[in-house]
Antibody, heavy 124, light 113 residues
Framework: QVQLQESGPGLVKPSETLSLTCTVS??????????WSWIRQPPGKGLEWIGY???????NYNPSLKSRVTISVDTSKNQFSLKLNSVTAADTAVYYC????????????????WGQGTMVTVSS | DIVMTQSPDSLAVSLGERATINCKSS????????????LAWYQQKPGQPPKLLIY???TRESGVPDRFSGSGSGTDFTLTVTGLQAEDVAVYYC?????????FGGGTKVEIK
């Protein structure tokens, strides 16, 4: 079965770039059947969709973060990555990678598989 | 952006009783071409990622107990837990996937009375 695992630094300094990787096992990020997303959750708060990536290179980002976000893929490692630049304390959150379910053939679908999440703190 | 508003923020229910959570979207998430509501429900327990319970507003994800049910259409939706179990203590979120940006409700915390 497909599993996702986030990895990356747990502490990032203000104004620097947050970089996280999601490793996919039991499936392929190059599968045309699925979209792949990043979602975050500030401590004690709700969920915010960051954006998605499709194997063709198509991406779509939340306008609230669009100017600072890049999602990319490394098919050789079966991973997809998140870069968020110019971070502030407001970017402190648990970051999740997730698979879009694939029933619609588009990103417009539920998230059926999630990673365990990784906590990132922005602090000097 | 489609704003998702959940109510109540929290509720306490006795074991075996019914829990009802409401979710309202700021615009319809019913896609007329296929008559599907682009609405999902998730359960999140402390320290865990969200778990998909319901999609298309009323379709249970594989392996989800049938005490969880979803209903509603257009802008008003409900998640019902019939016969609450201790393991159902969690925060529940609705989410629309009708349009970008995909958005979530603020969550409803369910506790045991």
């Amino acid at each position: 079965q497909v599993q996702l695992q986030e990895s990356g630094p747990g502490l990032v300094k203000p104004s620097e770039t947050l970089s996280l990787t999601c490793t996919v096992s039991g499936g392929s990020v190059s599968s045309g059947s699925y979209y792949w997303s990043w979602i975050r959750q500030p401590p004690g708060k709700g969920l915010e969709w960051i954006g998605y990536f499709y194997y063709s290179g198509s991406t779509n980002y939340n306008p609230s973060l669009k100017s600072r976000v890049t999602i990319s893929v490394d098919t050789s490692k079966n991973q997809f990555s998140l870069k968020l630049n110019s971070v502030t304390a407001a970017d402190t959150a648990v970051y999740y990678c997730a698979r879009v379910k694939g029933t619609t053939g588009s990103y417009r679908d539920a998230f059926d598989i999630w990673g365990q999440g990784t906590m990132v703190t922005v602090s000097s | 952006d489609i704003v998702m508003t959940q109510s109540p923020d929290s509720l306490a229910v006795s074991l075996g009783e019914r829990a009802t959570i409401n979710c309202k979207s700021s615009q319809s998430v019913l896609y007329s071409s296929n008559n599907k509501n682009y609405l999902a429900w998730y359960q999140q327990k402390p320290g865990q990622p969200p778990k998909l319970l319901i999609y298309w507003a009323s379709t249970r994800e594989s392996g989800v107990p049938d005490r969880f049910s979803g209903s509603g259409s257009g802008t008003d939706f409900t998640l019902t837990v019939t016969g609450l179990q201790a393991e159902d203590v969690a925060v529940y979120y609705c989410q629309q996937y009708y349009s970008s940006p995909l958005t979530f409700g603020g969550g409803t915390k369910v506790e045991i009375k």
